[in-house]
């Protein structure tokens, strides 16, 4: 082969990022795969991507993340990219309460195209903003036990928590898969070293696969 | 206009404020927090989001109004952008950004169509690594390749864009994949994702780039990947914007029914 995957890894998780626009999705998202944050970022149009790999346990885990344009109209194009995810990160942003009342519905839509057993962890972005606080850590939390999703707060701009936050949703995949592969010695949502998985057709943009892994 | 801007409300102004530092962020027209280019671009948005309730204001329009606004006052930036989207000219471009981005769905499925036909290798590479246009021509076609692309090869598209049409897009779209052909076709998924948003600076040389668009015939494929594409969403697709829920219904249907055709 005139390639192969240079990095090397035993599990290959998809996880998309979503919740309203401005929340601060893409910075989360530059803050955990390059350690970055961009005062001056642009708005996110269409779909953007990053992986990065965590070590959980004493495996390699790899995550495929697709950070999606906010905008309620964008879902046209963003919501073909839920299937297939076997995590999330559902953001809002701790001073505007709009987009935490928002939550509800972004959780609905993560539900109808995602498999039940998805991890998703309701993530409070911009908590360095003390002062202008507008959703408080006990709603927010008491929603999350209801909602059974995963919570924490974060700031991409102080790099708090954000660390944390992905590395949480990975190792609760990790666990959701291990516990599976155990019930069921098979799983198609996931994806163990070397196997090549064909998901729906070609069209299908979830469909994450490893290249050149059968040919050595 | 002005009596747009001053005297309505606007569903959209928060979302048009929210955007306003997030476009062109570093262009030095744009930069200042509150100056005169940012005030000029909430403007003209707000304008059009009352102009046309239906298309408010969606992220991406914000690209098209900062480029005109470089080189119009607002009025005439405001009612060029009414000019492009109901189609004046051209064909109207609205249905890059009414309910359901029907005309983005369109243009990514000619897209893909006429990199088959014109790259038939990469197309093929591209069906194997799983690769959509979605994932990485959606700003080309929203911002006509205002988001991402070097300023001055912007401008140079615009040019045509402006004299000739949308076709010029299609064009650019496959010269860029044409110049980067012998690489792109090399990488596994995740590096052709990088590539295909990180093109190497010889081939956004606009003088490189442009002769080579113009060499590429497909305003006739263009016409027919239309009625192709109409053809294969009557019925279901048109229905989807008035009627999300239905849609997805019709979806578990159908694939219940290929599940238990297949044998």
Same mark, same amino acid.
């Given at each position: ?8 890894? @035993? ?8 919740? @309203? ?40 885990? %790899? ?29 809002? @942003? ?6 935490? =009342?928002?939550? =509800?519905?972004?959780?609905? =839509? ?30 927010? %939390? ?61 069209? @299908? ?12 | $206009? ?35 280019? /940012? ?5 003209? #948005? ?12 969606? /992220? ?6 900062? #480029?005109? #606004?470089?080189? $119009? ?10 000019? #492009? ?7 109207? $471009? ?15 499925? /000619? ?80 590096? +052709? ?10 081939? $956004? ?44 219904? +019709? ?13």
């Amino acid at each position: 082969m005139a390639y192969r995957a240079d990095d090397d890894y @035993d599990y290959l998780f998809k996880v998309v990022l979503i919740g @309203d626009s401005g929340v601060g999705k893409s910075n989360l998202l530059s803050r955990f795969t390059r350690n970055e944050f961009s005062l001056e970022s642009k708005s996110t149009i269409g779909v953007e991507f990053a992986t990065r790999s965590i070590h959980v346990d004493d495996k390699v885990v %790899k995550a495929q993340i697709w950070d999606t344009a906010g905008q309620e109209r964008y879902r046209a194009i963003t919501s073909a990219y839920y299937r297939g995810a076997v995590g999330a990160l559902l953001v809002y @942003d701790v001073t505007r309460h709009v987009t935490f =009342e928002n939550v =509800e519905r972004w959780l609905k =839509e993560l539900r109808d195209h995602t498999d039940t057993n998805i991890v998703i962890m309701l993530v409070g972005n911009k908590a360095d903003l003390r002062h202008l606080r507008a959703v408080s850590t006990e709603d927010a %939390k008491a929603f999350a036990e209801k909602e059974n999703t995963f919570f924490m707060e974060t700031s991409a701009l102080e790099s708090m928590n954000v660390e944390n936050a992905f590395t949480e949703v990975l190792t609760q995949i990790h666990r959701v898969v291990s516990r599976k592969a155990l019930e069921v010695g098979d799983d198609s949502t996931t994806l163990p070293k070397g196997q090549t998985i064909n998901v729906g057709s070609k069209d @299908d943009v979830s469909a994450v696969k490893k290249a050149g892994c059968c040919s050595a | $206009m002005r009596q747009l801007v001053i005297y309505e409300t606007s569903a959209s102004e928060l979302d048009i404020i929210r955007d306003i530092s997030r476009t062109f962020p570093s262009h030095v027209f744009f930069q200042q927090r509150h100056g005169p280019g /940012q005030r000029s671009l909430y403007n003209v #948005l707000k304008a059009y989001s009352v102009y046309d309730r239906d298309v408010g204001y969606v /992220q991406g329009m914000g690209f098209l109004a900062g #480029l005109l #606004l470089l080189y $119009m006052s607002e009025e005439d930036a405001f009612w060029l952008l009414v000019a #492009l989207l109901k189609g004046a000219v051209h064909a109207p $471009m609205e249905g890059l950004y009414l309910v359901g981005l029907p005309l983005v769905q369109q243009y990514l499925f /000619q897209f893909e169509q006429l990199v088959k036909e014109h790259l038939p290798k990469l197309g093929q590479h591209f069906s194997q690594e799983m690769i959509n246009p979605s994932m990485y021509a959606s700003q080309w076609f929203i911002t006509i390749f205002s988001y991402s692309f070097p300023f001055p090869l912007a401008l140079r598209i615009w040019d045509v864009f402006l004299y000739e049409g949308f076709q010029i897009v299609f064009q650019v779209g496959l010269a860029l994949l044409k110049l980067c052909h012998d690489e792109l076709v090399k990488l596994p998924f995740e590096k +052709l994702i990088h590539a295909l948003r990180n093109f190497p600076e010889d081939a $956004m040389d606009p003088d490189t780039l442009l002769p080579l668009a113009f060499s590429i015939k497909v305003s006739k494929r263009l016409e027919e990947l239309k009625q192709e594409y109409e053809e294969k969403n009557k019925g279901s697709l048109t229905q989807s914007v008035s009627n999300n829920k239905q849609l997805k219904h +019709l979806h578990s249907l159908k694939s219940k029914q290929l599940l238990s055709k297949s044998p």
